[in-house]
């Protein structure tokens, strides 16, 4: 049996459980949780995908994450992938959601941020290389063909709720957007 998720509804209700796969191939709502990381001085952090991925191999990013678990908050979801990937254990706050039509199939995305202060560990099967960014040059990678396009539509989104102030500026500080990562992965309070 394949990977379990929460089948939902147009308001993001939940209607049942089923595969991860059969979601995909019949168009069914599902939830994604994702985190943007960034430094102390306010950059992003981007990552090549490997070669070998299913989905969007050798492909750019500046999201971390992947399918909610049967069960599972998209905050839950969110901590548990960014430990997962990168090897760091923080709480991420939980900034905007929207419904993503998907280049895959659609889906709910719940997008959080987190100041990673300590050490990465990425997963190689994960991550195949990363580094740190400025908005300006981040919002120049968004465009290029090789970056994921739903993580496209997410920077677009995120950069209009940062606009109309729904989402706060990082000032690199505890208190300037979401948890705070310090070295081991220990969240920082």
Do not use: N, Q
């Not at 950059?43 to 500046?62: A, E, K, N, Q």
């Not at 905007?96 to 719940?110: D, E, T």
């Not at 991550?127 to 919002?139: D, H, I, T």
């Amino acid at each position: 049996m394949g990977e379990l998720v929460e089948r939902v509804g147009d308001d993001d209700e939940v209607i049942g459980v089923v595969e991860r796969g059969e979601a995909i191939r019949r168009g069914w709502l599902h939830r994604v949780a994702t985190v943007v990381c960034r430094d102390p001085a306010g950059r992003y952090l981007v990552h090549r995908r490997p070669d070998d991925m299913s989905r969007f191999p050798g492909h750019l990013t500046w999201l971390l994450g992947g399918a909610t678990e049967v069960g599972e908050s998209y905050e839950e979801g969110a901590a548990r992938e960014l430990w997962e990937e990168l090897g760091v254990r923080g709480r991420p706050r939980f900034v905007l959601k929207f419904r993503c039509a998907g280049v895959i199939s659609p889906y709910w995305l719940g997008l959080h941020e987190l100041v990673v202060t300590g050490p990465l560990r990425p997963d190689p099967a994960e991550v195949a290389s990363y580094r740190w960014v400025g908005e300006a040059e981040l919002a120049r990678m968004v465009r290029d063909p090789v970056f994921v396009p739903d993580a496209r539509e997410a920077f677009a989104r995120y950069r209009a709720a940062r606009a109309t102030g729904r989402c706060p500026r990082a000032r690199g500080e505890h208190g300037g957007i979401g948890g705070v990562a310090g070295p081991e992965g220990r969240p920082v309070t």
